[in-house]
């Protein structure tokens, strides 16, 4: 299990997070806890077009939540 370390462009930290990604799933959508550091690094990657839309699903000991990944400033796998 990994935890990660979430550094947003305001200076918030969300930490010891666990990643999740949406997967559909016979027409629901479902999300997945993440057990691989290469699909970690996926979700938080950014391509210069196209990542307005595109969030980085996430949940710590106090909240569930999503981020944008353009919001990102800095992450660190633990």
């Given at each position: 299990?990994?935890n990660?370390?979430i ?10 997070c ?6 559909v ?18 979700q938080?990657?950014?391509?210069p077009?196209g990542?307005?839309?595109r ?5 710590n000991?106090?909240m ?6 353009m ?6 796998i633990?």
């Amino acid at each position: 299990m990994f935890n990660v370390e979430i550094e947003l462009n305001n200076g918030s930290i969300l930490y010891d997070c666990s990643i999740f990604k949406e997967v559909v799933e016979e027409n629901r959508v479902e999300m997945k806890y993440i057990e691989s550091e290469e699909e970690i690094r996926d979700q938080f990657s950014k391509m210069p077009w196209g990542n307005e839309h595109r969030y980085v699903y996430f949940q710590n000991a106090s909240m569930n939540g999503k981020v944008n990944v353009m919001q990102i400033r800095f992450y660190k796998i633990k």
